[in-house]
T-cell receptor
Framework: AQSVTQLGSHVSVSEGALVLLRCNYS??????LFWYVQYPNQGLQLLLK??????LVKGINGFEAEFKKSETSFHLTKPSAHMSDAAEYFC????????????FGAGTRLFVKA | GAVVSQHPSRVICKSGTSVKIECRSL??????MFWYRQFPKQSLMLMAT?????????EQGVEKDKFLINHASLTLSTLTVTSAHPEDSSFYIC?????????????FGPGTRLTVT
């Protein structure tokens, strides 16, 4: 069964600093991987997705993630944090064996300090 | 882009009553819809998967008689919380997929905050 582990329930960075949110997955077959952002009392917004094409995936708002099969990782990065990036971020995985159900990680709360 | 709406956005009900939450795909046909619940400061937990015209498939531990799901059309799915209790208070989020292509993607609704008093 597929699973997702997000390392660090909270990450705090200064405005302008690098953002790195870690995600490791487990899947017995090539996975689809996603990063979502959630603002308080709102639904989820897709930041980016990996679907077996390029391993470096660029998303919205300057975010990108790199799929590393050898490390079973899909870490999310952004070169320079903005205050508006403060939110909850979820890594997710789905694959054919799971009927394409999406399994979410526990989430990482990003804090951005002025 | 694909838009999914939920109604209502917030609802407060008394213990013992039933509440219906609607999930609509506004600009695409959703062959599959998913229902999640999210407790404060926690991740999304899949409750059930519904395909249009079929019975929903519930995840282990989710009471199908308590959480009634109907996916009667390609643009509408409803979740009814029957005989709600305070422990059912949560944030309920639906998502919809057209199920086309290999770049499988779900589009999420804005969520419904349910408070049972």
């Amino acid at each position: 069964a597929q699973s997702v582990t997000q390392l660090g329930s909270h990450v705090s960075v200064s405005e302008g600093a690098l953002v790195l949110l870690r995600c490791n997955y487990s899947s017995s077959v090539p996975p689809y991987l996603f990063w979502y952002v959630q603002y308080p009392n709102q639904g989820l917004q897709l930041l980016l997705k990996y679907t077996s094409a390029a391993t470096l995936v660029k998303g919205i708002n300057g975010f990108e993630a790199e799929f590393k099969k050898s490390e079973t990782s899909f870490h999310l990065t952004k070169p320079s944090a903005h205050m508006s990036d403060a939110a909850e971020y979820f890594c997710a995985v789905s694959d054919q064996t799971g009927g394409f159900k999406t399994i979410f990680g526990a989430g990482t709360r990003l804090f951005v300090k002025a | 882009g694909a838009v999914v709406s939920q109604h209502p956005s917030r609802v407060i009900c008394k213990s013992g009553t039933s509440v219906k939450i609607e999930c609509r795909s506004l600009d695409f046909q959703a062959t599959t819809m998913f229902w999640y619940r999210q407790f404060p400061k926690q991740s999304l937990m899949l409750m059930a998967t519904s395909n249009e015209g079929s019975k929903a498939t519930y995840e282990q531990g989710v009471e199908k008689d308590k959480f009634l799901i109907n996916h009667a059309s390609l643009t509408l799915s409803t979740l009814t919380v029957t005989s709600a209790h305070p422990e059912d208070s949560s944030f309920y989020i639906c998502s919809a997929s057209s199920g086309q292509g290999t770049s499988y993607e779900q589009y999420f609704g804005p969520g419904t905050r349910l408070t049972v008093t």
